[in-house]
């Protein structure tokens, strides 16, 4: 082995990501939203770029913006006036007779309040409680009684558990099996070994079906029905409308939501004939706005692309419904393209659009293909998942259908090849349980 230092001359070739590419690629990839926040704060560094919220439209999905310009849409003055929201103690609190209620337990159930998460349940700690508000334990579990007497039904519970038994107590206090099963087989009634309670309890399987059956309608959550105690709704902005029209399907991007940004032309006539540090700070800032008007452009070019792609090789979806997704993977899309198949990730990350049938992510556009008995065809994922909510809703429920045997179905029926595990693997995305637990006494 020869260990002797030396030179050597060597042509490689490589690709040398620059700060201009890498922010090329930041900004495809980013949603409006993260658009909006980089154009602001790139305006606080770079005096030269001037960043214009006038454009900017919030959209109505309840009226169409086209019709919009052509017909005057009156305001409902008595929509302005402002909505009074009231909180979760206050709401609480209205319940109680707080003219008949001592002052210090009054302030126990008000420190209580504020020790329930979202979905309603209690979990501070009475000892500690007791201690901050220098009052009694007992005086405490007072106050927590009081609380879980409110509606909802469940509300204050320390766990699950109680929570049930509150609102079984609260909607049918007669039923003693419901009590007894949720008191003393709580956890092997959710893993549904009835055989088991069936025979302590000297009760028939079809009885703990009608105790399963009533549970099911009780709230687990009981806070989030309280006017506050949900989180503020998200609303979706799409970034791509699709439309049909006479000529059949359109696509045009949404860029309302979007900030125009503008050169500063009175700012670098100021400065530009200043001292030679000056200019070259005005230059690099230049290129800087150059580059961000760039990348927007190649941004907006690509998204329209991939869309347009995406209609193209999915009209039947846009038509018909969803259940007519076909066959779609990121690297056919790029092929077509002449583009790189990251850059097709990168433009469908966290970007949606308005459909005639509704609002979806691009992402949800892709999917693998699946086998079938013909070899010349495939079928979506999408459609498997459909095709197995489908075999299942039909099943006979006394004797539901096991994985294995959706297999063998989904093959003779619709000449669909998919694995055990791939059924099993889409029944738990689908949320549906397993055989076992589908399974109904009648």
Known sequence: MNLKAGLWQQQTLKLAMTQELTQAIALLQYSAQELTAFLENK????????????????????IDRNRRKHQKVEKDWIEQIAEKKYSIEEQLI????????????????????????????FLGDISEIAKNLKVSEELVEEGLAVLQTLEPAGIGARNLQECLLMQIYYENPNNELALNIITNYFVPFAEKKWKQIAKELQVTLKDIQDVFDEIQLLN????????????NAAYITPD?????????????????PIPRISFNESYYQKFKNQDQQVSRFLQEKFQDYQWILKSIEQRKET?????????????????????????????????????????????VREKYVQTPIGTYTLKSFFTSTIQTVSEDEGTSSTQVKNSISKLIEKENKEKPLSDQEIVVQLKTLEGIVVSRRTIAKYRDQLGIPSSSKRKRFM
């Open 240 to 256: 791509a409308i699709i439309e049909q029209t006479a000529e059949g399907l359109t696509v045009r991007m949404f860029d309302d």
């Open 220 to 231: 687990p959550k009981p806070g989030a029905t309280l006017i506050g105690g949900t989180a």
């Open 43 to 62: 305006a606080l560094e770079n005096p030269l770029i001037q960043v214009d919220h006038a454009n900017v439209q919030p959209m109505n999905p309840l």
């Open 303 to 347: 998204l329209t692309n991939v869309v347009a792609k995406i209609v193209e090789k999915q009209p039947s979806f846009f038509q018909k419904g969803a259940q007519y997704l076909v066959p779609m993977t990121m690297k056919e899309v790029a092929a077509e393209l002449d583009i790189h198949e990251s850059t097709v990730s990168r433009a």
């Open 94 to 121: 209205s319940q109680l007779n707080i003219k008949k209620m001592p002052a210090e337990q009054l302030n126990v159930i008000r420190y209580l309040i504020q020790n329930l998460d979202e979905n309603g349940y």
